[in-house]
């Protein structure tokens, strides 16, 4: 079975850290790139993070360049998500989805994990 499972999230203080954690099975993860989203309560999805299955080259939204850092391990086939100094706003579920290099298409996409940051 096909699947992306994410895992890691929870309540965090302001200023706390996070690592969030992606695990694929039934596919190799090192054939896609990667991605992380994040959708608030009436908010659209947007893009956090993605790294490239061939030479691990990494993308940060503006809003957390310099706070996270993505990671993957292909020999485990999960991919991280490492997230500091969290802010009130990263309050959010996060997704993370497998994309196909021919098509660009994020084929697979995980049941999500919520991320609350709060006092």
């Known amino acids: 079975q096909v699947q992306l499972v994410e895992s890691g999230g929870g309540l965090v203080q302001p200023g706390g850290s996070l690592r969030l954690s992606c695990a694929a099975s039934?596919?190799?993860?090192?054939?896609?790139?990667i991605g992380w989203f994040r959708q608030a309560p009436g908010k659209e999805r947007e893009g956090v993070s993605c790294i490239s299955s061939s030479d691990g080259s990494t993308y940060y939204a503006d809003s957390v360049k310099g706070r996270f850092t993505i990671s993957r391990d292909n020999a485990k086939n999960t991919v991280y998500l490492q997230m500091n100094s969290l802010k009130p706003e990263d309050t959010a579920t996060y997704y993370c989805?497998?994309?196909?290099?021919?098509?660009?298409?994020?084929?697979?996409w995980g049941q999500g994990t919520q991320v609350t940051v709060s006092s």
């Open positions: 039934g596919f190799p993860l090192d054939d896609y790139a």
């Open positions: 989805a497998a994309q196909e290099v021919v098509t660009g298409l994020y084929k697979y």
